[in-house]
């Protein structure tokens, strides 16, 4: 796996094509975590409790706004390719994966201004 | 004063180095008369591929300054970096020596993909009318200027990644062909690109578009195969 | 990544375009400084609707990211496709597994 030796690397497609991978990994190592933490009440309510509580912290918080990103941008960035792959060809490719990206970082930026 | 270039060419197999030459720069040069003079003049133990000289045949491509081009219609004006010019084998082939690659894989992929007409009928029937405004022959015309320079497969990460990917250039001919209602092979041919490193490995990256020399889309023809080996795979048209 | 395969990721992401809008919009309402677990619960508990939209949530991510993930090992790792496969089911397995108890560690009354 060789990265940074090619010019091509710089085209937006191939940086859309690395930020859904990129995000798809993450999430893939998110979600057995995210599992786990709502399989605490199990035990009922308050192991639940003590980890919500943990999560009002500032820093947990700016995570979880990461992860709505993450889960944002490769979600509309597979919707692109669904559409690209389903309907006819349209040539805007680059402009639609910018505005997947924009609109997942304004949704992830508005969920910060909430919680924090 | 004279302005000179600094040109590193590759010199060796998989293994080997860059070498620098020193060429001047002149008006209106391509970056395959860069590479000429060096064999000529300067070192004829230099291995480079070229025929044409015209931007028809696709044979000079190389990998120049990062990027896969035809050298001879590539002005070393609008390339040349600081001075300096870089150049290398295509990526994602084996090197024979120096600026010349085995293009061998990259036509097995083609016969792979079932890249080649199947006739349907023979010289004693009526020849068939194809009205060229028709949805099919244009989507077959639009994907038909192939000249199976290699630049694409070069270019393409999916290439690097995936031995087993059968390549922009490859598939983009299946799609044309699959379009061409004269070709009697599109059941073989569905078959061996919804296999294993078929049109299913393309991850739309698109660097193959950005990069053909003839303006051509693979990424748009492989959707086509896409959308194709799905209703195929879905009607059990397809052992899958 | 063969046809079949193929099939199945944009089947499952497919279903999951509308599910992670439905997740994200649950997200912006429930989510505020002081959220607690009674809040949460108070409204999951016995409720089928959250059990039938989470469960098959959780059914199509198990599918559709073990299979990414497959892809990826095929690529980016020494992997062969076949071990790629294999890893890809084992965790498939566990993300079913743990999903859905975790569904109904919400849900069940």
């Known amino acids: ?24 990994i993450a999430l893939a190592i998110f979600l057995p975590l995210h599992f786990l933490t709502l399989g605490l009440a199990i035990d009922g309510e308050a192991r639940l409790e003590r980890f919500l509580r943990w999560s009002d912290a500032p820093l947990v918080k700016l995570a979880e706004g990461g992860l709505v990103f993450l889960l944002l941008v490769h979600m509309l960035g597979g919707v692109r390719l669904l559409v690209l792959e389903n309907l006819d060809w349209r040539d805007e490719q680059k402009e639609l994966a910018t505005i997947a990206a924009a609109l997942s970082a304004v949704a992830a930026f508005i969920f910060l201004a909430r919680v924090l | 004063m004279t302005e000179k270039i600094a040109v590193s060419l590759w010199r060796g197999r998989a293994q080997g180095r860059y070498q620098l030459y020193e060429v001047q720069l002149r008006e209106n040069q391509t970056v395959l008369d860069v590479v000429t003079f060096v064999q000529r003049h300067l070192d004829a133990t230099l291995a480079y591929r070229f025929a044409c000289r015209v931007g028809m045949c696709g044979s000079c491509a190389m990998t120049v300054n990062g990027r896969p081009r035809w050298t001879c219609r590539t002005h070393v004006a609008k390339v040349i970096d600081r001075g300096r010019l870089k150049i290398g084998p295509l990526e994602n082939l084996p090197v024979i020596k120096d600026l010349a690659t085995d293009m061998a894989p990259f036509f097995e992929k083609w016969q792979q993909a079932k890249g080649a007409f199947a006739p349907s009928r023979t010289r004693s029937d009526p020849i068939e009318r194809i009205p060229p405004g028709g949805a099919a022959r244009m ?4 994907a038909i200027e192939c000249i199976n320079c290699g630049i694409c497969y070069a270019a393409c990460d999916t290439v ?28 073989a041919r569905l078959a061996a690109v919804a296999a294993s490193g078929g049109c299913h490995a393309c991850h739309s990256h698109q660097s193959c578009q950005e990069h053909c020399p003839q303006a051509l889309n693979p990424t748009a023809s492989i959707a086509g195969l896409k959308r194709r080996t799905t209703l195929a795979y879905l009607r059990g048209e397809l052992k899958a | 990544m063969n046809v079949r395969l193929y099939v199945l990721q944009r089947a499952t992401a497919a279903l999951m375009a509308p599910l992670v809008l439905v ?50 090992l095929a690529e980016w790792s020494p992997m062969s496709e076949r071990h790629a496969g294999i890893f890809a089911i084992i965790l498939g397995c566990c993300l079913l597994a743990l999903g859905l108890r975790a569904v109904a560690a919400v849900t069940l009354p």
């Open chain 2, 160 to 187: 690097r990644w995936n031995a087993d990917y059968l390549g922009p250039a490859a598939l983009n001919r299946a799609w044309s062909l699959v379009n061409d209602q004269r070709d009697a092979g599109n059941p």
């Open chain 3, 23 to 72: 997740h994200v919009a649950v997200i912006f309402y429930a989510t505020r400084q002081g959220l607690t677990a009674a809040d949460i619960l108070s409204r999951t508990r016995g409720s089928v609707l959250w059990a039938s939209v989470y469960g098959l949530f959780v059914v199509a991510v198990a599918i559709h990211g073990s299979i990414g993930v497959r892809n990826i």
């Open chain 2, 139 to 142: 989507a077959a015309d639009a």
């Open chain 1, 1 to 24: 796996m060789t990265f940074g030796r090619l010019a091509h690397r710089s085209n937006v497609l191939w940086i859309a094509a690395l930020v859904h991978r990129l995000s798809g």
